[in-house]
């Protein structure tokens, strides 16, 4: 990733290292060649930090970049990642609040989000602790209510904090979650596949899947007071959030996505190696 980089200047954050300690990989993701500078640490004010740094550069006037507003097309369909993208990028209301723990499955969802309406945007997976989307949307809803909440939530990662869904029926927060449901721990796929010496057993696979039993989040979101509906085509699943984005308070979308999870392993290792 920083391979292209000939400095890294770090604003309130330390040197980037990766995720988990690998056999035969450097900890330390800083390329040879590589300038690092500090401008502000954690201990600093770094907003005021940034805006002395705007004031002595005279930039406050620069027109900063902007993504131009693209609709998407309207999906139909397998229910894939890239058709839920669609679908958010159709749909998503100014001035939203997206929170991320799509994990594998959100690579190609969030794709064609970039162009949907203006919105804010949480990732929740910090250092890549997983179980953290739900309630990051908990704590959004109730720091905004004025605002539509949408998480993406990844199966797997979900099961962690489910109860959550108690919490956002409780405070009848205003969000509509989705979960991309695979039936499996696919992330895990990517750490086996990092770690591992060889092929994997199918004992070891057959850890890492949800499949026995298949989780059934409809059951689990009405058991906690949150209405859910359970989607397994594109069409589906865009008459969905198009209701839940409609409706005040907590909805639950459980999407069962058509996905080849192969190639997004591939991606994940390749770049992991070559950083």
């Not at 739900?134 to 539509?148: E, N, Q, Y």
């Not at 990662?157 to 108690?166: I, R």
């Not at 589906?236 to 409706?247: I, M, P, S, V």
Request: glycine fraction near 6%; proline fraction near 6%; include cysteine.
């Amino acid at each position: 990733f920083f391979a292209e980089y000939e400095q890294i200047i770090l604003v309130g954050a330390l040197p980037p290292v990766s995720t988990f300690a690998y056999q035969h990989a450097s900890m330390h993701k800083v390329p040879e060649g590589c300038q690092l500078w500090s401008f502000a640490t954690a201990d600093h004010d770094v907003p005021a930090a940034l805006a002395d740094l705007v004031s002595a550069l005279a930039a406050g006037s620069a027109t900063p970049s902007r993504v131009p507003r693209v609709v998407a097309d309207k999906p139909a369909g397998e229910l894939t990642p890239k058709a839920m993208g669609q679908s958010v990028n159709l749909l998503l209301p100014e001035n939203a609040i997206v929170v991320d723990e799509g994990a594998t499955a959100g690579m190609d969802l969030f794709a064609e989000t970039v162009t949907a309406a203006q919105h804010d945007y949480l990732y929740a997976i910090p250092g890549a602790a997983i179980g953290g989307g739900l309630p990051v949307a908990l704590g959004a809803a109730i720091a905004c209510p004025d605002r539509k909440v949408l998480v993406l939530q990844a199966d797997g990662s979900g099961m962690y904090t489910n109860q959550a869904l108690w919490s956002m029926a409780h405070e009848d927060c205003d969000i509509t979650v989705v979960i991309l449901k695979n039936d499996s721990y696919a992330i895990l796929n990517v750490e086996l596949a990092r770690v591992r010496e060889g092929e994997a057993t199918p004992k070891m696979l057959s850890m890492l899947e949800l499949n026995r039993p298949s989780i059934d989040w409809v059951r689990i979101a009405e058991g906690m007071g949150v209405p859910a509906v359970a989607t397994a085509t594109a069409e589906e699943f865009h008459t969905a959030l198009e209701q839940a984005l409609a409706h005040k308070g907590p909805r639950l979308i459980e999407a069962t996505i058509v996905q080849n999870l192969q190639p997004v392993v591939d991606l994940i290792l390749s770049q992991s190696r070559s950083a």
